[in-house]
């Protein structure tokens, strides 16, 4: 009896169209989770020859392989700025009006809706999106943080069906966001990801111009921004906000700013920005602060509040 975590052969044969990072990666995961991968296609027959070897399944075949129909699920994980020439390259090539008839079509772009595979769509299709909220720098970083991970499901109800399917089966968590905001959901992920790369960069090149040494600014800073994503995740952004904004310590800023000023004054208009973001923190932090201060008075006042 298979385990419920695990995907069916029944209802799959799965075609990864475009292996770059994420279909690599997604690619070996699902083959590990008992789907059948019968086609990687790619515009480069040694790409897709690559991708089979480190997917460990599949035929390599050419990017508009008529071959492709013959899957039941087709996965489209192209650079986002192609998937729009793909879906209609694809349709375009299709014999017939319901040439895609019963067959899912899904993507992993996270900007852009299903709706992107409407030419599909028209031939028949159930086009859908499944994203990972998730950084994936690279295949094998992917096998390690796409399982378990979150993934914003999204498109017809048959799509979605197969996209909550695998996400099941790869230990995940699924949710939905209306096609109407994916451009929103998805700079939420990028305010959180390359924005922090950036700023962990140029704080290692300050730490560096302050005389640390390289080897103690990289853990230093990895361990430093792992506990405050711990301490947002578990005490929320209001109470894990800490520095010199908080306490109120202006002269700390100033000294920040001359600094600045001096070694990387591109730095000053967003260190000014990120104040301005602080200080509403900061000042919801002690609004919230007084309220719970005058509801701990009214209870002793009453009689509810024990001192022992």
């Not at 991708?51 to 996965?75: H, Q, S």
């Not at 700023?199 to 990895?222: F, N, Q, T, Y």
């Amino acid at each position: 009896m298979n385990s419920p975590a695990r995907v069916q052969r029944r209802h799959f044969g799965v075609a990864i169209v475009g292996p770059g990072r994420i279909g690599l990666a997604i690619g070996r995961l699902l083959k590990e989770a008992g789907a059948d991968i019968r086609f990687v296609a790619a515009r480069r027959p040694a790409a897709a020859r690559r991708a089979v070897r480190f997917i460990g399944a599949g035929e390599p075949i050419a990017l508009f392989d008529p071959r492709l129909r013959d899957a039941k699920t087709i996965l489209l994980t192209t650079a986002d700025a192609a998937l729009r020439e793909v879906a209609r390259a694809l349709a375009g090539r299709s014999n017939g009006p319901r040439a895609w008839r019963s067959r899912v079509v899904l993507h992993t772009c996270g900007s852009l809706p299903a709706s992107v595979l409407r030419p599909l769509k028209l031939r028949g299709a159930a086009i859908g999106s499944l994203h990972p909220f998730q950084t994936v720098p690279n295949p094998s970083a992917g096998l390690r943080n796409l399982r378990g991970c979150y993934w914003c499901v999204e498109g017809d109800p048959a799509a979605q069906r197969v996209a909550r399917r695998w996400v099941k089966a790869l230990k995940g968590t699924a949710f939905h966001v209306h096609s109407t905001q994916r451009a929103l959901y998805h700079l939420s992920a990028f305010l959180v990801s390359p924005t922090v790369v950036v700023l962990m960069e140029r704080s290692a090149r300050l730490l560096r111009r302050a005389g640390v040494p390289g080897k103690v600014a990289g853990p230093m800073l990895r361990q430093f921004v792992t506990e405050t994503v711990r301490n947002f995740a578990t005490l929320g952004a209001k109470r894990a906000l800490t520095g010199p904004v908080v306490r109120g310590d202006w002269a700390t800023v100033e000294r920040h700013l001359s600094a600045l000023r001096e070694v990387s004054p591109d730095l000053v208009p967003l260190y000014k920005e990120f104040l301005s973001g602080m200080l509403r923190l900061a000042k919801e932090q002690k609004a919230e602060s007084r309220k719970q201060k005058t509801a701990q008075r009214r209870r002793k006042d009453r009689g509810w509040w024990d001192d022992g």
